[in-house]
Each structure stands twice: as structure tokens, then as C-alpha cells.
């Protein structure tokens, strides 16, 4: 028996999604950092104090997700999650493609991070090298063990493609075998890597799926999955047109920060000059307008009015010109319980 829950977007709960580096050690295929718009930089300690107090008085519930490029290359990784812990950041989650520089998991505690999140793009060591890089499949099974070994809690980020969709039904004896308690799957966006054109000299197809592919197969395995006891979640995507539609921009509280001072609000804004919040001497100001926010407010029958600007083809129209369904924001998640 499971429990499927829509994930409700809340104003009074912070999520701030902090890149403190931009620099990795693996070049993933679809890797949506884009230097051009999120800079080069690792930040320094006294700046990213500064920064994770800027938000520090947002809301009573604030969660915090350190992310890269790789952030447990960043030296200082440790000594900011003790900062946001001491700033009252009640959930505190590291990202990690499961490299795990820096002996980061001898120099935080389970009772300082909530979760060590890994990346891994496939069910078996050929798909998740040829998308992430050979060794990764590897590495990254071991660092789970080695957080797990270590009392820590972990989950696991796969993110759905056209390249591993066949092999999302094979993660569940997999997650099983590890021990992880929570499974995220993500769906690839037109952002970074991934909105450059298929590559022909590669033969490589584009790496979305269409509609029916993902309805054909995700909701139903992530049930399946659920029902061994892994929380299960996963993007919505797809709402029928009777189905409400939020944007996260105007109903909810996420800051996706990155270490040139752009602050957005959307994920799917990321690859364009169009953040609405920056960083200046360490101040947390909005910047001018037209910006990200000016699209939030736009009512389309399509839903998400950035979906519709970068990657339209994925809506379909019936004879009288109305899109047969809405594209959900992309924040909107499913959340299944069970077990
Ligand atoms: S691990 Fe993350 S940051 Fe590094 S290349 Fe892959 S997707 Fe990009
Ligand atoms: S993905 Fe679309 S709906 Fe969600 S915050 Fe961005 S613009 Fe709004």
C-alpha cells in the first residue's frame, strides 16, 4: 500500500539552493551548470556567511541544499554547514556526485547534515558512465556505503532521460541493496548541456522523452519502488487542463543562488540574464526589471510560461488550437510513501 501526496508550495518554508562553486570533476552529459551565466567561482567562506545570512530570517522553516558544480571540493564545505546550522537552517542536504573530496564525511556529523544526496544517472555501470563519465557508477555506490556506514542518511538523485529511462525499473533492487531511504527522480531540462542541439557526429538522439513515455513509466515504478519502504519523488510535469496551476515564483520560497550574486527564483531561468534578487556587497537587492518575475505573472492555457518559451514542442494542440494538457512548474513534485 503507498500514499501519493502533490508536494503543496508553501510561502512559509524557505528552500535555498546554494551553488558555492561552479567548478566538478566529472563533465556529465547533461550538466546544466553554464559558466557563461553562473561564472567560475568558488566562493569564499566569509562570503558564503554572509550570503546564508541574508536568508537566515525568511521564514521559521528553512532548508538548505549545498550544491556545485561539486561542493565537496569546496576546502570550507564543512565550516558552512556548521554556519547554517548555527543560523537555524532545520534541514541541511549535500549534493555530491559521490567523490566526496575533501574527507567530508569525517569532518561533518549526521546530527550537522540531514542528507548526503547522490547523482547517479543509471541502473548499471555502462548507462550512468556513458551519461556521467567512466568510474562514476562506481564511485559514486561507494560513497553511498561509506555515508551510510557512516550513520548518515542518504538519497539518491536519477535523472530521467531518453538514454536511461529503460533502466529507471532496475533502480529499485539496486536502492534496495544500498540502503538508501529516499529516491528523487528528476526529469532532464533544456538547460545547460542539454539545450545544446542533439550531436550528429555522436549520433546522439535528443535526451528528452515525450509525454507518453514518461507516463507510461514513471508514476508506475516509482509506486513499485515506494512499496519496498523508499519515499519516492518525482516532478509532476503533466497536469490535465482542469488541474490547478501554480508557479512556484509567486506561491513559494526557493532562492537558487549561484556564485557570480545571480539569485533565482526558477531553475528554468538559469541559462538566461533574467534573475530577479543579486548579491551586491554581500546585500541581497532586486535587480531590474524585465526579469524572471515578469514572466511568473503571465496566465497561459499551457501552464508554465518558461516551458513554453524554451521548450515548446513539448506541448500539443488540439484542432481548435487549445493545448490538450498543462505543463506543470517544474517544482511541483509527486511524493509517494509506502511499505
Ligand atoms: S556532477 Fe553535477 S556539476 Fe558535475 S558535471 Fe555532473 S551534473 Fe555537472
Ligand atoms: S518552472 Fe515555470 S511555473 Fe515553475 S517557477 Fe519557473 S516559470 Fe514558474
Not at 553562473?38 to 525568511?58: D, R, S, V, Y
Not at 571540493?73 to 546550522?85: D, G, I, Q, S
Not at 530521467?160 to 534496495?176: F, G
Not at 513499485?224 to 519515499?231: K, Y
Request: hydrophobic share 35%; with cysteine; charged share 20%.
Amino acid at each position: 500500500m503507498t500514499l501519493t501526496q502533490t508536494v503543496a508550495f508553501s510561502k512559509n518554508s524557505t528552500n535555498l539552493f546554494f551553488h558555492i562553486l561552479t567548478t566538478c570533476n566529472l563533465k556529465c552529459r547533461h550538466c546544466y551548470i553554464n559558466p557563461a551565466q553562473h561564472g567560475k567561482n568558488t566562493l569564499p567562506l566569509p562570503t558564503i556567511k554572509a550570503w546564508l545570512e541574508a536568508f537566515a530570517n525568511n521564514s521559521s522553516s528553512k532548508n538548505i541544499i549545498f550544491l556545485g558544480g561539486e561542493p565537496t571540493l569546496h576546502p570550507e564545505l564543512a565550516a558552512a554547514v556548521t554556519h547554517a546550522r548555527r543560523l537555524g537552517f532545520g534541514s541541511i542536504t549535500i549534493d555530491t556526485n559521490g567523490y566526496l573530496f575533501g574527507d567530508i564525511l569525517s569532518r561533518v556529523t549526521p546530527a550537522e547534515v540531514d542528507y548526503f544526496s547522490f547523482s547517479l544517472d543509471g541502473a548499471t555501470r555502462q548507462t550512468n558512465d556513458r551519461i556521467r563519465g567512466n568510474g562514476s557508477y562506481d564511485t559514486c555506490l561507494e560513497g553511498i556505503r561509506r555515508a551510510i556506514d557512516r550513520g548518515f542518511t542518504t538519497s539518491l538523485i536519477y535523472t530521467i532521460s531518453s538514454d536511461n529511462i529503460h533502466e529507471l525499473e532496475m533502480m529499485a533492487p539496486l536502492l534496495d541493496s544500498l540502503g538508501v531511504d529516499r529516491f528523487f527522480i528528476q526529469v532532464i531540462g533544456l538547460r545547460g548541456k542539454s539545450a545544446l542541439a542533439p550531436d550528429a557526429s555522436e549520433s546522439r538522439k535528443s535526451p528528452q522523452v515525450s509525454r507518453s513515455q514518461w507516463l507510461a513509466t514513471v508514476p508506475g515504478i516509482a509506486r513499485m519502488i515506494a512499496e519496498r519502504g523508499i519515499i519516492v519523488t518525482f516532478p509532476k510535469v503533466f497536469l490535465n487542463v482542469a488541474e490547478k496551476f501554480e508557479c512556484a515564483g509567486t506561491v513559494a520560497d526557493n532562492y537558487f543562488v549561484f556564485p557570480n550574486g545571480r539569485v533565482y527564483r526558477c531553475p528554468l531561468c538559469e541559462d538566461f540574464p533574467i534573475h530577479s534578487l543579486c548579491f551586491q556587497e554581500n546585500q541581497l537587492v532586486p535587480t531590474a526589471k524585465l526579469n524572471e518575475q515578469d514572466f511568473f505573472q503571465l496566465d497561459i492555457p499551457e501552464g508554465c510560461v518558461m516551458n513554453k518559451m524554451i521548450q515548446p514542442h513539448n506541448i500539443s494542440y488540439n484542432e481548435e488550437g487549445l493545448p490538450e494538457y498543462k505543463i506543470a512548474c517544474c517544482l511541483l513534485k509527486e511524493e509517494i510513501r509506502g511499505g
